[in-house]
Structure formats: structure tokens, C-alpha cells
């Protein structure tokens, strides 16, 4: 692979439920069909990666995290063909393809587990799962999906013992002690690389191993696994992208980032910290968290999301402080019901009470800050939610393309679309979607697309350094990237009310500054330099000359044909 840069080093990735995204035959359901329809939508948006949700064989008890067979399309989605032609479409389009690789477990209905059930106590066919004679085994493990179980074991008529499953009682956890169990594993991931994947999420990687008087996360043989796989997937001698989904605090989630490892993994407390600067006006806890996480890997490597396909996760104390949670819970917006498990239970848009200007503002630290940006589908244009549905459905409803009926999501029928297109008021998809937001300049929509055009086009935002700078306001946030040929500083405010103040630029003393996404030239840098931020204002600005070849317009990036 030589020197060259892997291609996710700093790619902004945007994650799609295909169920939710676009129904291609009229069957009310999302399918890769329709989404290789709308390639040509996420190229003009400017992302270079899409992460799908699972889109094996399922059951769907858990949003198609239960899977039958994992070396296949679920009929409702296509097929192998199908997917095929997705796949080269979206490489054709300069996209890569993401896909959830779910190890943990596998759904009840997976012809192992009823092969298991049935099977010998002790015999190889049984110990593909973990199962037990005691209900009371591994009692420091968490339950995790507590809005629906009360234990991690299920009880199993057949086999005459229960198993574990740390998600629902549909989904047993697969037995990593049993290399049978590793080796079929590792054949997935080859299954999916010899038909062209980009690269795998690692779905609640950290549950893989269990060991009495632990949490059982993380612990050294699930690292082993992932050494494994990771070897694995060098051998197929291309840059896939492997990262992990770990809702740990920043020193359990580093391990995964070893050298010989996962290549990038969430920051999920950083998420936490970029909403509680929000919801308190103040960003000194945001700082701490971003050094920390830089102290603990430098660089890239930390996949940034605002919000994804399950709830907002802020845990038990374990994850971010008790008061970071009480901050987040006082300083959003909740209603009546949001709460699920351990987390806040809305979309983005939502959580702001529907106010554009923290929205622009936390994008833009993540299309500044280093890391992999990942953008949820819908969130580009302040999608809304639907309270009161099933689970985190909220959160999962249908794409809004159109004005038109189901927001061009479908031609179905209504009572077949998998989920309601949102029609609550503020959100409604009569105005809250990708065809009108086009068409207005100053859309949510035409934003993004500005913001990830600048950043293409300033490789320091990419993969620079990342320093924190003294900032002598409570609620401004400022700091540099740089590589050799380029310095962009972003100060950003995260309160509500505007904020003037002196920056100490004396280290470019002189140098030109020009502010990068609309291009207006300011005073050159000095000790006192003053800028003022309106509330949830921020800037980036360009220091300095930039070589030629590097020079750009963000408008005429824009104005080339979509
Ligand atoms: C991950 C997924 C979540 C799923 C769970 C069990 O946390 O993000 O949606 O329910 O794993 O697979
Ligand atoms: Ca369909």
C-alpha cells in the first residue's frame, strides 16, 4: 500500500438507512435500487464515503441488526446483483461503500442458533453461542437494551439452558471462544471484500469476549480478534476502512486504534461534549475533550458523528460525567418522552428546537475538527422526527426528496411505507426537502454542500494539525490546522448571544487573513486581532499566503455544473 494516503483520512462520510432512503420499485420500502438512484444527489453533496445500516437477511426485531445470513441481500433490498450494481455505480461516482459488519451476534432465527439449540450440550454445533446453566453468570455486564430487557439472559426451551445476549433476547451473542465461530467470521469480511467493499463499522465490537468480574468490554482476547481481523483484511491488499463502535470513554475506545488494529473509532464523548457546549453557552469541557482525544491518538483517526440511528448515547456516568448528562438533558430540547436507555431519543434538527444556528455551528466544528465527519441522512437539511414510533424509529423515517406525496420517498401507498414521512409542523416534507432546499440559496441543504466544498478544497481541514489557541471569551472555541503549505484558523461561538474579543495571532504577525468560506479579506494578523461572532457564530480563515495550485474559489466550486 506504500505511503500513499488511505482515502479515509479525513473523509466525510455519510450514513443512510437504504430501508428510509429511497424505494425504487414502489414497494413502500427503501432498496439499493433506489439508492443507486440517488448517487448523483450524495456527489453533488460533496461526501466521499455512504455507511450502510445492515442490509443482510433479517427478521428486522432490531433494524436489520438481527441478521439470518450475513453473506446476503435482504429480499426486500435486491439481491447480490443488485448490490453489485450499487457498488460500481458508487465507485463510479468517486463514493465508497461502507458496510455494518455485525460480530457480536447473529438473530435467533440464524440457522446456527437453531442448529445450536438443538445440538449436544458441549458440542461444537451448541457452543457456537454462550450459553449457561445459571442466569446469574458475567452479573457485571450491563444491560444494554434495558428498554426492553431485564437480563442478558433468555431462557431456551430446547436446549434446556439459557444463552446470553447483551442486545435483545432475538439476537444470542455469538461465541468468540469457538475458532469455528472466528473463522466463519473472517469469511464474512472476505465474502464482502472480494465483491468490492470499502470498508466495515464494527457494530458493538466491544462485547465480542466475556470474563467474570467485568464489564466484558473490550477485554484483551476481543483486541486479539480485531489484531486478526485486521490482518485479514490487509491481506486482500487494499485500503479498507475498519472502525469501531465502541460507547466507551476515550482511554477504553484507544486500544481499538492500536497500529496493528481498527484504523479509525467514534468519539462518542466528544459527541456529548460538542452538545453540551451547546447547551451551556461554554466550551471549556469541549477543549479538555478534544485534547484528551488528541492526547490519546493524534490525528485523524476518530470517527466524529453528531447523530446517528440510535439515540443520542450519554450512558451511565461511565461514558461522560453526571453533569455533563444533566447539562445535555436541561440545555436541549426533549419534550415529553425522549429518553430511551441512555440516551436522548431525537434527530438533530429537533434536539435544536429547530434553530438553524447551533446546526450550522456544530457542523461546522465537525467539518473543521480532525477526524471523519459522519453526516446522518436527513440531517442536511434539519430533518425532523417522529416522537411516539417504536424504539428509535423516531429517528429512521423516510428521506425527504420532494414535495410530492411521501416526500418522493415512495410511490406506495401510505399504510406500506416502512415508516411515516414526517408531517409535523416545522418539519414538515412539503417544505423540509431535498428539491425546495436546492433551490434556495440560503437552505440548510445549499450550506452543507458549501461547507464540504471549502473543505475539499482546504487540505488543512483534511489532515493537519490540530491546535487549541487562548481564547479570552468563555463561549469561543478557537483553534489552527496546518499542513506545510497551508494555516486555516476557525473560532467559533457556542452561545447563544454574540461574542467580540482579541485573538493573539502574534505568531503570524503580518500575514494576510481572508475568511475561507465566503472569501472576505480582514486586517493582517497581530497580537490584539478582534473579531466578533454573532451567537453560534463561527469563521474559518485562511493565514497566509496559500501556494497557486492550492487557491480557490468556493464559489466558482459551486457554480460548476451539479
Ligand atoms: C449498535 C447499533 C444499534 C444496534 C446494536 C445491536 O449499537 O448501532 O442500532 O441495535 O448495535 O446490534
Ligand atoms: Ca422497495
Known amino acids: 500500500m506504500g505511503t500513499r494516503e488511505p482515502w479515509w483520512n479525513g473523509a466525510v462520510i455519510y450514513q443512510l438507512m437504504p430501508r428510509s432512503y429511497a424505494d425504487g420499485n414502489g414497494d413502500g420500502i427503501g432498496d439499493l435500487q433506489g439508492l443507486a438512484s440517488r448517487l448523483s444527489y450524495l456527489r453533488w453533496l460533496g461526501v466521499e464515503a455512504i455507511w450502510l445500516t445492515p442490509i443482510y437477511p433479517s427478521p428486522l426485531q432490531d433494524g436489520g441488526y438481527d441478521i439470518t445470513n450475513f453473506k446476503d441481500i435482504h429480499p426486500e433490498l435486491g439481491d447480490l446483483a443488485a448490490f453489485h450494481r450499487l457498488l460500481t455505480a458508487a465507485h463510479g461516482q468517486g463514493i465508497k461503500v461502507i458496510l455494518d459488519l455485525v460480530l457480536n451476534h447473529t438473530s435467533d432465527l440464524h440457522p446456527w442458533f437453531q442448529r445450536a439449540r438443538w445440538a449436544a450440550k458441549g458440542s461444537l454445533e451448541r457452543d457456537v453461542y454462550v450459553w449457561s446453566d445459571d442466569p446469574h453468570r458475567y452479573a457485571d455486564a450491563p444491560v444494554l437494551f434495558r428498554h426492553f430487557e431485564s437480563s442478558n439472559w433468555e431462557w431456551d426451551e430446547v436446549a434446556g439452558q439459557y444463552y446470553l445476549h447483551r442486545f435483545l433476547r432475538h439476537q444470542p451473542d455469538l461465541n468468540y471462544e469457538n475458532p469455528w465461530v472466528q473463522e466463519e467470521m473472517l469469511g464474512v469480511v472476505d465474502f464482502w471484500l472480494e465483491r468490492g467493499v470499502d470498508g466495515f463499522r464494527l457494530d458493538a465490537v466491544p462485547f465480542l469476549f466475556e470474563a467474570e468480574g467485568s464489564r466484558c468490554e473490550g477485554l484483551p482476547d476481543t483486541h486479539a480478534f480485531l489484531r486478526k481481523l485486521r490482518a485479514r483484511v490487509d491481506a486482500h491488499g487494499r485500503d479498507v476502512l475498519l472502525v469501531a463502535e465502541a460507547i466507551q470513554p476515550v482511554d477504553e475506545a484507544k486500544p481499538y486504534l492500536a497500529d496493528d488494529e481498527l484504523h479509525g473509532a467514534f468519539n462518542f464523548v466528544l459527541t456529548a461534549h460538542l452538545f453540551a457546549a451547546v447547551a451551556s453557552g461554554t466550551c471549556k469541557e469541549l477543549c479538555n475533550a478534544l485534547e484528551e482525544a488528541q492526547r490519546a491518538v493524534p490525528g485523524c483517526r476518530w470517527a466524529l458523528p453528531l447523530r ?255
Open 308 to 562: 446517528n440511528h440510535d439515540e443520542l448515547w450519554l450512558g451511565d456516568g461511565h461514558l461522560v460525567s453526571e453533569d455533563v448528562i444533566q447539562v445535555i438533558r436541561a440545555g436541549l430540547h426533549q419534550g415529553q418522552g425522549h429518553w430511551l436507555n441512555w440516551g436522548i431519543n431525537r434527530r438533530l434538527a429537533p434536539l435544536l428546537n429547530g434553530d438553524p444556528r447551533p446546526n450550522r455551528l456544530l457542523h461546522g466544528l465537525l467539518y473543521s475538527l480532525p477526524g471523519m465527519p459522519h453526516l446522518y441522512y436527513g440531517d442536511e437539511l434539519g430533518m425532523g422526527d417522529w416522537p411516539g414510533l417504536r424504539d428509535r424509529d423516531p429517528n429512521r423515517t423516510p428521506m425527504a426528496w420532494t414535495p410530492a406525496r411521501n416526500g418522493g420517498f415512495s410511490s406506495a401507498p401510505d399504510p406500506l411505507l416502512v415508516l411515516p414521512p414526517i408531517t409535523a409542523p416545522g418539519y414538515d416534507y412539503r417544505v423540509v426537502n431535498v428539491e425546495v432546499q436546492k433551490q434556495l440559496p440560503g437552505s440548510l441543504l445549499n450550506w452543507h454542500r458549501r461547507m464540504l466544498t471549502c473543505r475539499r478544497l482546504l487540505p488543512a481541514l483534511r489532515r493537519g494539525t490540530f491546535e487549541l489557541l487562548e481564547s479570552s471569551h468563555p463561549s469561543v472555541i478557537v483553534y489552527s490546522r496546518c499542513i506545510e503549505t497551508m494555516t486555516v484558523l476557525v473560532a467559533a461561538n457556542l452561545s447563544g448571544a454574540g461574542a467580540s474579543l482579541h485573538l493573539d495571532l502574534s505568531r503570524w504577525q503580518g500575514e494576510r487573513t481572508r475568511e475561507a468560506l465566503w472569501g472576505c479579506e480582514y486586517p493582517p494578523a497581530s497580537a490584539d486581532w478582534f473579531i466578533y461572532l454573532p451567537a453560534y457564530g463561527f469563521s474559518w480563515w485562511l493565514i497566509g499566503e496559500v501556494e497557486e495550485s492550492v487557491e480557490f474559489s468556493a464559489n466558482d466550486a459551486l457554480s460548476s455544473p451539479a
